[in-house]
């Protein structure tokens, strides 16, 4: 079975300019989460959907948005880059219960110039 | 604000030792622990989840949980030079649906 699935794997973007980053779940997971992980931090959560529903919002501001598709698969939207944005951003994939474990795609890694 | 603390290391073990990985959390209501593995430039990937008080074993690994002292570890036994990696402690929030990530500890396993 394959597992999470994120693209693209890189980017480069420039300040001011609007990122969306892309997450298929694993087949038969109804929930996915975003994060974002600055070098030499742990991931932050931004973001969790479940059944198109957003669910959890995490501290980061209006700039950020997601949505989730009847697939189940998800979108992460960035607008008006910031340097400090530059980032990897992971999608964790779960079946959407309570208290269980979440598994993580390979990630996006932004660079904002 | 809800934390998890983890020490940032590094841990240096060698070869054939066992290495202690530490966490404390803040919020009393968290039902769920997890231990990621995270090697440089790759995503987190799952070794253990706990949810009761005592330890949990498996293969080389074993998590202990102490809810009462808000404190989750990582043991990892016979480590292997394989083993170098960050190590990050994860605790879902009283709702159950919110990850909380400490900082990681950073292991290296010397040959």
């Known amino acids: 079975d394959a597992g999470v699935t994120q693209s693209p794997t890189h980017l480069i973007k420039t300040r001011g300019q609007q990122v969306t980053l892309r997450c298929s779940p694993i087949?038969?997971?109804?929930?996915v989460s975003w994060y974002q992980q600055v070098l030499g931090q742990g991931p932050q959560f931004i973001f969790q959907?479940?059944?198109?529903?957003?669910?959890g919002r995490g501290n980061f501001p209006d700039r950020f948005s997601a949505r989730q598709f009847p697939n189940y698969s998800s979108e992460l939207n960035v607008n008006a880059l910031l340097l400090g944005d530059s980032a990897l951003y992971l999608c964790?994939?779960?079946?959407?219960?309570?208290?269980?474990?979440?598994?993580f795609g390979p990630g996006t890694r932004l660079l904002v110039l | 604000q809800k934390e998890v603390e983890q020490n940032s290391g590094p841990l240096s073990v060698p070869e054939g030792a066992i290495a202690s990985l530490n966490c404390t959390y803040s919020?009393?209501?968290?039902?769920?622990f997890f231990w990621y593995r995270q090697y440089s430039g790759k995503s987190p990937e799952l070794i253990m989840s706990?949810?009761?008080?005592g330890d949990k074993e498996d293969g080389r690994f074993t998590a202990q949980l102490n809810k009462a002292s808000q404190y989750v570890s990582l043991l990892i036994r016979d480590s292997q030079p394989s083993d170098s990696a960050t190590y990050l402690c994860?605790?879902?929030?009283?709702?159950?649906?919110?990850?909380?990530f400490g900082a990681g500890t950073r292991l290296f396993v010397k040959a």
């Open positions: 964790a994939s779960s079946s959407g219960q309570a208290q269980e474990t979440q598994y």
């Open positions: 087949s038969g997971h109804k929930s």
């Open positions: 959907y479940y059944e198109k529903e957003e669910r």
């Open positions: 919020d009393r209501g968290s039902q769920s």
């Open positions: 706990i949810y009761s008080n």
């Open positions: 994860a605790v879902k929030d009283t709702g159950g649906f919110k990850t909380i």
